[in-house]
């Protein structure tokens, strides 16, 4: 199955790697603009990521954006002067038409990936819908939340793994599960960044490993993904939510790069390395 996003971007099927990056959380309307240039300009056509809500953040004292109106009206402003698909976060049924006034993508964080109605109403936008598998949801039993949006009539689904509970403030990531979700047909996308999360590893923040973001990231490329997702900030050190995972931005063109060859690579000449 193929989701196709603009002339010239598309995920799944026989389509290049695509890529979803930008950062947690919209800090400021010049921000996003100045990092959707930026990663447009090293990576070519992408779907751009922005929260306009963080509404799970570790500790009520913590940085959760501008809101959904003020949020609404920065990412439109970006898709129209930039023509760059986006993707945001919805955490409510009742957020998902305005946010997709402004959004091609709505995503479902990984902790509502259970909650029926906000599938529901995800689905009912006629929007791409991008799933994030819950850190607690097998990757056999994820097809039931994507089922759950297709019974509006809206099929244009994305699978997202961004790594399971092991323990307390850790997750793994079983390269096994990509294949797995990718078995009922809708296009599968890894999220390199929050799977090196180890979330409330901060006490009132949660912490990150992201030297090892490149390392699973290629792994899923060589498994089989069709898009990689990657929380980017120029300086995750001052980032306002999730720099601790976040990939700095002047590494995102050496990982690309490498990236794509990976996904080059002919898929039966990685069947017939099994």
């Known amino acids: 199955m193929t989701v196709k996003l603009s002339p010239s971007l598309a995920i799944g099927g026989n389509a290049p790697l695509a890529l979803i990056a930008g950062p947690c959380v919209i800090e400021s309307e010049e921000h996003v603009h100045f990092l959707a240039r930026r990663i447009g300009e090293i ?18 004292g913590s940085y959760r954006g501008p809101g959904l109106r003020e949020g609404v009206r920065i990412l439109a402003g970006l898709r129209q002067a930039l023509h760059v698909p986006v ?8 957020q998902a038409e305005m946010a997709a006034q402004a959004a091609d993508i709505l995503q479902i964080p990984a902790f509502l990936c259970r909650q ?32 759950k949006v297709a019974s509006t009539g809206n099929n244009q689904i994305l699978l997202t793994e961004r790594g399971t509970c092991f323990g307390y403030n850790n997750l793994v990531v079983d390269m096994r599960g990509l294949a797995i979700m990718a078995e009922r047909g809708w296009p599968v996308v890894f999220d ?12 009132t923040h949660s912490g990150g ?26 300086a995750p050190e001052r980032a306002l939510s999730d720099g601790a995972n976040a990939l700095r931005l002047d590494r995102l063109g050496a990982v690309l790069t490498e990236l794509r060859a990976i996904h080059a690579v002919p ?8």
Do not use: W
């Not at 906000?118 to 994507?146: C, M, W, Y």
């Open 43 to 60: 990576a070519g056509p992408f779907v751009f990521k922005a929260s306009f809500d963080k509404a799970n953040r570790s500790s009520v």
């Open 87 to 94: 993707l945001t976060d919805i955490h409510e049924p009742a």
């Open 116 to 147: 029926t109605d906000l599938l529901l109403e995800a689905g009912r936008t006629g929007r791409v819908v991008n799933i994030k598998k819950g850190q607690f949801v097998s990757p056999r039993d994820i097809h039931l939340a994507a089922e």
């Open 192 to 203: 390199a960044t929050h799977s090196v999360q180890m979330p409330g590893a901060g006490g």
């Open 209 to 234: 490993e992201p030297r090892f973001i490149a390392p699973l990231a290629r792994a899923a490329v060589a498994v089989g993904v069709d898009a990689l997702f990657v929380e980017v900030h120029e």
């Open 267 to 274: 898929r039966h000449a990685v069947d017939h390395a099994e």
